[in-house]
C-alpha cells in the first residue's frame, strides 16, 4: 500500500508569491491563448463559415457607400442622363446593399446564442472546480480573490471569452473594410496606407498599455468589489432585515461602506489618468492621417489629376477609413485586454486544486475504528491552535458523543476526520491506515454526515435525500424519512417525495422550517447506507429536547453495523452512546460513560447539572412528556 499523502494546498497557498507561481506559472502569448480561445469555433465547420460570410457581407457595406456616390456624381456630371438611369443605379446599390446588410445581420443574431451555450460549457467546468477543490482553499480571501477573476471571465455575454468571440467575430466585417477602403486609397497614395497602419500600431499599443496597467492591480480591484458586493448582499439580506431595522443599523453599514467606495473611486481614478495619458496619442495619430489624406486629395485635384467624381468618392473613402481604423484599434485593443483574464481562467482550470495525490484504502468492510494521534490544527492562515496534541480512539462499531464548551473545536474536529482539512501536525487514522493517504472521494465515501449549518438546495426531496439525480432508491428515501420524523411532512405534498425545495427554480418549491430542514439533512445520512461511519455535527441543534431524543432513539437500531460520532451541545444525547468524549482547550479533557462521568469531578457534570434539571432524570422524564 501506498505511503504517499495528499498535499495540503489550502496551507501552501497561503503564501502570496508561492500562490501567484501556482496558479499562473506561464505567461502564454496573446496568439497562444486566442488559438484555445477558438478551439470550439475552429471545430465547428459551420461557425468558420459563417465568420468568412459575415466578414465578406459586412465588410463591403462601406466600400458600396463609396462607390454609389462616385457612380452618382459621374452621372450628374454627364451630359443627357435621364433620371431612369439615375434610379436603375440607386436601386441597384439599393438592393445589394440591403442583402449584404441583411445577411450580415443574421450571420450575427443567429450565431450569437451558439456562443453562449458554448461559454456555458466553460462556466459548468469552472463551477465544477470550485466545488471539487479542497475545502481549505475556501478560508483563503485573496485566493477566493483569484478564482473569481477565473469565474467572471465565463460569467458575461459581452466580456471574457464570450465578449471576446463576439468581438473577434465582428471584427472580420471591419477588417475586410479597412483593406478595401486602405486598397481604394493606396491608388491615391502608398502614405495613406502607412499612415493607417500608424494609426491602428499606436492605438493597439497605447490600449494594450491600459489594460497591462489594469491588469496588473486586478487583485486589488477585485478585493474591493468583494468586499463592497458582500456589504451589499449583507444590506439587502431578507434575513439581516429585522435587525437592521431593530438596531438601527444601517449608518453602521454606511460608514463601513464609505471607505470601500473610497478606496475604489480611488483605484479607478489611477485608471483614467493613465487613459487620459495616452489618448492624446491615438488622437494625434487619427488627425495625422485625416490630414495627411485631405491634403492629397486637394493636391490631386488642384493638379487636375482627378475628376471631381474621383474627389467626392475618395473623400468620403478617407472619413469612413478613419473611423473603420478606429473601430479595429478599439477592437483590438478589446480582445487583447480581454485575453489577460481569460488566460487567468484558463490557468485555473489546469491546475490542480484537489489534494488528490492520495493512494491508500481502508481494508476491510462494515464500520471503522478512529485514532487520532497527537494531532494539533490551526486554520489556514492563523497560528492559533484550536486543537493541540489531541490522542483520542474509537473503536469499531463504537457509537461516541463529542462534547464541549462553544468555540472547543468539537465542529473542527469533524472536519479534520472527513478530511476536509489536513492537521498541522500529528496522524489521523482509519481502520489503522493514515487517513491523509487516502484519496478525498475514498475518504468521503466512508461517512455519512449531518453538520448543524443547514442549507438545502433547489432540488426535490427524493433528489436531496438520495444526492443525486437518478437511480434513485425511492423505497429507501422513503424509509429515510420517516426514520427522521420528517414523512408525515412530506406525505401531505401533493407531489409527496418529488416536491421541490425553495423557490428559486420552482414557483410551487415548498420552503422547510429549520427543524425540517435538519431533519431532511439527517434522512440524507441515513439514506446513504454504504457509510461505515456516521458524523453528526449538532444535527438536532433546531429540535426542541424531546424531538432530539425520539431521533437519536431511533438511530440505535439503524447505527448497528456503523461507527457513529454525535457532537452535541444538549448533554442528554449523550446518554445513549457508548463512551463520551470531553473537549476542552484543544485537548479530551474527560472520557467515559455518562454514568462515569457524573460520578466525577469535573466539567462534564459541571455542564449537565447545569442545564437543567430535564437532564437530570432522563429516563423517567422523556416518556412522561411522550
Same mark, same amino acid.
Given at each position: ?175 475586410? #473594410?479597412?483593406?478595401? +477602403?486602405? *486598397? @481604394? ?5 502608398? /502614405? =495613406?496606407? %502607412?499612415?493607417? !497602419? $500608424? ?77 487620459? #495619458?495616452?489618448?492624446? +496619442?491615438? *488622437? @494625434? ?5 485625416? /490630414? =495627411?489624406? %485631405?491634403?492629397? !486629395? $486637394? ?328
Amino acid at each position: 500500500m501506498s505511503t504517499q499523502a495528499r498535499r495540503d494546498l489550502a496551507r501552501e497557498l497561503q503564501d502570496p508569491e508561492y500562490r501567484r507561481q501556482y496558479l499562473h506559472p506561464r505567461k502564454m502569448p496573446f496568439l497562444k491563448v486566442l488559438w484555445r480561445m477558438y478551439a470550439p469555433v475552429r471545430s465547428s465547420a459551420r461557425m468558420v463559415l459563417a465568420h468568412i460570410a459575415y466578414a465578406f457581407c459586412d465588410g463591403v457595406l462601406p466600400l458600396l457607400s463609396v462607390l454609389i456616390l462616385y457612380v452618382l456624381v459621374g452621372l450628374l456630371g454627364a451630359p443627357k442622363v435621364s433620371p431612369r438611369t439615375m434610379l436603375m443605379a440607386a436601386g441597384v446599390y439599393g438592393l445589394v446593399y440591403f442583402l449584404c446588410s441583411a445577411l450580415s445581420v443574421q450571420l450575427k443574431e443567429r450565431n450569437y446564442t451558439w456562443f453562449t451555450r458554448q461559454r456555458l460549457l466553460w462556466l459548468n467546468r469552472t463551477g465544477h472546480k470550485i466545488m471539487e477543490m479542497d475545502f481549505g482553499l475556501y478560508e483563503n480571501p485573496a485566493f477566493m480573490d483569484d478564482i473569481k477573476t477565473a469565474h467572471w471571465s465565463f460569467s458575461g455575454n459581452n466580456a471574457g471569452l464570450e465578449g471576446t468571440w463576439h468581438k473577434v467575430f465582428e471584427m472580420g466585417g471591419t477588417l475586410v #473594410s479597412a483593406l478595401l +477602403l486602405g *486598397g @481604394l486609397l493606396f491608388w491615391l497614395s502608398p /502614405l =495613406v496606407a %502607412a499612415a493607417g !497602419l $500608424v494609426l491602428v500600431a499606436i492605438t493597439v499599443v497605447a490600449q494594450a498599455h491600459i489594460s497591462s496597467y489594469r491588469h496588473k492591480r486586478r487583485e486589488e480591484l477585485v478585493r474591493l468589489m468583494r468586499r463592497m458586493g458582500m456589504l451589499r448582499e449583507e444590506a439587502a439580506n431578507f434575513k439581516a432585515g429585522k435587525d437592521l431595522r431593530l438596531y438601527r443599523m444601517a449608518g453602521r453599514f454606511q460608514q463601513v461602506f464609505d471607505p470601500l467606495l473610497t478606496s475604489y473611486m480611488k483605484l479607478y481614478r489611477a485608471f483614467t489618468r493613465r487613459e487620459f #495619458s495616452l489618448s492624446f +496619442l491615438e *488622437g @494625434l495619430a487619427l488627425v495625422a492621417v485625416d /490630414l =495627411v489624406c %485631405a491634403l492629397l !486629395l $486637394v493636391h490631386r485635384r488642384m493638379a487636375g489629376a482627378i475628376t471631381m467624381a474621383d474627389f467626392v468618392m475618395l473623400l468620403s473613402a478617407v472619413i469612413l477609413f478613419s473611423q473603420t481604423l478606429v473601430l479595429l484599434s478599439q477592437q483590438l485593443g478589446f480582445i487583447k485586454n480581454e485575453t489577460l483574464y481569460v488566460q487567468d481562467a484558463f490557468d485555473f482550470l489546469d491546475v490542480p486544486l484537489t489534494s488528490l495525490d492520495g493512494q491508500g484504502q481502508v481494508p476491510g468492510e462494515g464500520p471503522v475504528s478512529i485514532r487520532f494521534e497527537n494531532v494539533s490544527f490551526a486554520y489556514p492562515g492563523t497560528d492559533r491552535l484550536v486543537l493541540e496534541g489531541l490522542s483520542f480512539d474509537i473503536a469499531p462499531g463504537e457509537r461516541c458523543a463529542l462534547v464541549g464548551l462553544n468555540g472547543a473545536g468539537k465542529t473542527t474536529l469533524a472536519k479534520l476526520l472527513l478530511g476536509l482539512y489536513q492537521p498541522n501536525e500529528g496522524k489521523i487514522y482509519i481502520n489503522e491506515v493514515d487517513s491523509a493517504t487516502l484519496p478525498q472521494k475514498a475518504l468521503f465515501a466512508l461517512f455519512g454526515t449531518v453538520f448543524q449549518e443547514v442549507d438545502p438546495l433547489a432540488f426535490t426531496i427524493a433528489e436531496t435525500v438520495a444526492a443525486r439525480e437518478d437511480g434513485i432508491d425511492r423505497a429507501r428515501v422513503t424509509e429515510a424519512l420517516q426514520t427522521a420524523g420528517l414523512w408525515d411532512k412530506v406525505n401531505s405534498f401533493e407531489k409527496g417525495i418529488d416536491t421541490p425545495l425553495l423557490k428559486i427554480i420552482h414557483e410551487e418549491g415548498v420552503i422547510l422550517s429549520g427543524g425540517e430542514n435538519q431533519k431532511l439533512m439527517i434522512a440524507r445520512a441515513l439514506y446513504r447506507k454504504d457509510a461505515r461511519m456516521m458524523v453528526m455535527d449538532e444535527p438536532t441543534a433546531a429540535l426542541d429536547a424531546l424531538a432530539e431524543q425520539a431521533i437519536y432513539q431511533q438511530f440505535d437500531d439503524l447505527l448497528k453495523g456503523r461507527t457513529a460520532l454525535f457532537i452535541s451541545h444538549r448533554l442528554a444525547s449523550t446518554y445513549f452512546c457508548d463512551r463520551i468524549l470531553l473537549l476542552s482547550g484543544g485537548q479530551i479533557a474527560q472520557h467515559g460513560s455518562h454514568q462515569e462521568l457524573l460520578a466525577q469531578e469535573g466539567l462534564y457534570r459541571q455542564l449537565f447539572h447545569t442545564q437543567g434539571k430535564y437532564y437530570q432524570d432522563i429516563k423517567k422524564e422523556v416518556p412522561r412528556e411522550q
